[in-house]
């Protein structure tokens, strides 16, 4: 738990409880809207070869996730340390455009 309190800049354990929490909902929410938005597209195991079908998954699951995340760490009041968490690996995936766009919309209001 240390190391965690540490690498996060943590201080509670119940703020490791919290984001876990948010981590947890968000990774089972985004497998859970995946699947309808993938049968609107009319996309699945039965039309489409095995390998396609799970490559498009994923595909749709990134962005629901990335935005569940953010969404679901606001409603548990860690925004702040959910948004910089999302920086970081859009960053680290060279999709630092992205945070660009909304922090200048952010900037221009």
Not at 49 to 64: Q, V, W
Not at 77 to 89: C, L, R, T, V
């Amino acid at each position: 738990m240390g190391n965690f309190k540490q690498r996060w800049n943590l201080t509670t354990n119940w703020q490791i409880f919290v984001l876990i929490l948010v981590f947890a909902i968000t990774g089972s929410s985004a497998a859970m809207l995946s699947k309808p938005i993938l049968h609107w597209l009319g996309i699945s195991k039965e039309t489409h070869h095995i390998a396609l079908y799970l490559l498009l998954y994923i595909l749709i699951i990134f962005p629901i996730y990335q935005i569940l995340l953010v969404a679901i760490g606001f409603l548990f009041g860690q925004f702040k340390f959910f948004w910089a968490f999302e920086k970081k690996i859009l960053q680290s995936m060279k999709l630092g455009f992205i945070i660009n766009f909304f922090e200048n919309k952010k900037g221009t209001k």
